[in-house]
């Protein structure tokens, strides 16, 4: 029995219905759902998963589809409308219990009647329960609401100039229930469908399939048939066009970056490719990727048929599409086989960082792949020395944040580690045993929840059934325990290992900066190079760098990444115009923390705040969150 199940948070745990319904770990395909024998195999397998982040009892009631309608307000900075669902109850249910966050409840309807509904007091992170009292078979509650304009997920960029405003969602982890009402868990999915109203002369874009053309009056019908979880709602608004690359993908991408987008991805169909070779069909139909304004908070993020992502990878020389390939191995890792609460969280990232990997080398080569694996290795062992004193706990693949935000579990422990472990299980096995076996497990659990008990027991019962391969994996190791256990394979990129031969050879004034041969290194022999430099190289030798290779003028905003936080370490102020600037124009946390952290372990806490007092108005909600913090903003 797993350890959720005496977790008592919801006393009326209702027997009749978690016989009537599948758990919210385990909810399948919407064609198989309705026949008895498929329910009832469902429940033999199912496990109770209680997921803390959410106020939903899905055994009593769930949502099965959304009819979504809206209106995006740029002026009061607003979303309203109505979300009508389709429900399943549980014979005996009495009330369906939404997320919401900060949202405005404007009245309520019960299959076409106007109904009660009760708001609980907020609570952190999580905001507050509506619940809904329903009667026996009741099919559809329609919800009328405005969000907050200063709803978490939402990032609004004004106009500037001739530049049209923009509007994006990141509703991962637990944002989705600050712009629209819904069953806030990720082993709760639904399909949907929308009518979304915006300004003219913008496009509205969803996770479902989507205009290719503006729309004259502002006016977009989006459908997603297969059913996601509400952290993969997502919509944005924006000038933007679209320009196909392939069969099945495109980008779309506001004017003065489309050629850019175009030519950076042009490689898109090949990943895609790759994947359905590795792992089986994609189950998206398509797969296209919207370049969003630098204030996007992450690199990437896997809405379903339409990858949102930050400008910054686009380097002019395609250097960085791993981030594409990340994404899109998570239509599988993550978007069909779906971490069942977010302390399962590496479930999804693990798996899609393998994938990534897989992806990379199967389109660029092993000595491609091995030159990343390297540089997540090293991340790895850095995380790992960060957080092992102050939260050791935090360095177990499986997490418990009940009580915290879930936003904590975005460490490299969930990708690097999680990576490490499933990359030892494939070396253990063989790399065909292990390539079947995940084949399989994504066909098994396709369109499911899973959380980490339940695919142990998977693991002990197919990959690592045989007693000497499970001891020699050590699963508990790296599932339960610290760290990182004694079996981590090991990486070699005789590259990345010449690059720090010629590191230290620079540093110990063995060679001069004119013998390193920096233009023949590719992104991440480069990458790697900068940000091992020692702490405190003199102003003299960065001079020396900067001379040789103008580094602050590169288009790798990678490099210039690991330069800047050196230049930071350093105190080499010609930089300093450039990384104002950047922090200014750029809003993705990955480069924010170090940065403004190196400001702050450099004495330069004057610098960090008046560059972070301009910048702080145009970042997304995650991102101050996490800065705030750091700089001590009140
Ligand atoms: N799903 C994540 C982003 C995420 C995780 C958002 C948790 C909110 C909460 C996405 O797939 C991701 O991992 N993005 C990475 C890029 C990747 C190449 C490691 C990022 O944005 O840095
Ligand atoms: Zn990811």
């Avoid at 609980?120 to 405005?146: C, E, M, N, W």
């Amino acid at each position: 029995m797993n350890q959720y199940h005496h977790s008592g948070r919801f006393s009326g745990l209702l027997i009749a219905a978690a016989i009537m319904l599948a758990s919210c770990a385990d909810q399948a395909a919407p064609n198989d759902s309705t026949t008895p024998s498929a329910k009832a195999q469902r429940i033999a397998a199912m496990k109770q998963v209680t997921d803390q982040h959410s106020f939903a009892r899905p055994e009593e009631a769930r949502i099965v589809h959304l009819d979504w309608s809206a209106r995006i307000d740029f002026d009061a900075r607003t979303i309203s409308g109505t979300a009508t669902y389709d429900i399943e109850t549980a014979a005996d249910a009495q009330r369906i219990v939404f997320d919401t966050h900060e949202l405005t409840i404007e009245g309520v309807s019960v299959d076409g009647q106007p109904a009660e509904f009760s708001l609980g007091d907020a609570q952190p992170f999580l905001g507050r329960p509506l619940s809904i009292p329903i009667s026996t078979g009741a099919k559809k509650v329609a919800i009328q609401y405005t969000s907050d304009p200063g709803a978490d997920a939402l990032l609004w960029v004004e106009a500037q100039g001739d530049k049209a405003p923009f509007l994006f969602t990141q509703s991962q982890a637990i944002l989705a229930r600050t712009w629209i009402p819904v069953q806030d868990s990720p082993g709760i999915r639904f399909s949907y469908d929308a009518d979304v109203q915006v300004p003219e002369g913008l496009m509205a874009l969803m996770s479902a399939e989507n205009p290719t053309a503006m729309n004259p009056d502002g006016r977009y019908s989006f459908k997603m048939e297969q059913p996601i979880p509400a952290y993969l709602l997502a919509l944005a608004a924006g000038q933007v066009e679209y320009r196909d690359v392939g069969e099945r993908c495109a980008v779309y991408a506001v004017p003065e970056l489309i050629d850019a987008a175009a030519y950076e991805f042009g490689e898109m169909e090949q990943l895609l490719l790759a994947a359905e070779e590795l792992y089986g069909t994609y189950a998206w139909d398509r797969y296209d990727l919207l370049i969003l304004p630098a204030a996007f908070p992450f690199g990437g993020m896997e809405n379903p048929r339409l990858t949102f992502a930050t400008p910054t990878i686009i380097a002019g020389d395609r250097s960085l599409v791993a981030l594409v390939a990340h994404e899109l191995a998570h239509s599988w890792s993550g978007n069909l086989v779906t971490n069942a609460t977010w302390d399962d969280f590496w479930l999804n990232e693990g798996f899609t960082v393998y994938f990534e990997q897989r992806i990379m080398e199967a389109v660029y080569g092993r000595e491609t792949s091995e030159m990343l694996a390297t540089l997540s290795y090293q991340g790895l062992v850095d995380e790992v020395d960060a957080i092992q004193d102050l939260n050791p706990d935090d360095t177990h693949l499986k997490l418990h944040l009940q009580g915290r935000n879930p936003d904590d579990g975005m460490t490299a422990i969930a990708y690097d580690k999680g990576y490490f472990f499933i990359r030892l299980m494939e070396e253990t096995v063989g790399r065909a045993r292990f390539d079947a076996w995940l084949s399989d497990y994504f066909a098994t659990y396709a369109f499911k929840g899973m959380d980490t008990e339940r695919f142990v027991d998977y693991l002990k019962t197919t990959l690592l059934s045989d007693p000497t391969t499970l001891a020699a994996v050590n699963l508990d190791a790296w599932i339960y325990g610290p760290g990182l256990p004694p079996n981590c394979p090991s990486v070699s990129s005789p590259r990345i290992q010449n690059v720090d031969a010629a590191l230290a050879a620079w540093e110990a004034g063995e060679t001069s900066t004119a013998d390193l041969p920096w233009n023949d290194w590719v992104y991440q022999e480069r990458y790697r190079f900068l940000s091992n430099l020692a702490d405190d190289t003199s102003v003299e030798r960065m001079t020396e760098l900067d001379n040789a290779w103008e580094i602050g003028a590169t288009g790798n905003n990678e490099i210039l990444f690991a330069w800047m936080e050196q230049a930071v370490r350093s105190g080499y102020q010609p930089a300093y115009p450039r990384l104002e600037s950047f922090l200014i124009e750029v809003g993705r946390r990955k480069f924010l923390t170090p940065l403004y952290r190196a400001m702050k372990e450099t004495d330069q806490m004057d610098m960090a705040l008046a560059i972070y007092k301009q910048a702080r108005p145009g970042y997304h909600a995650v991102a101050t969150g996490t800065m705030d913090e750091l700089l001590g903003w009140e």
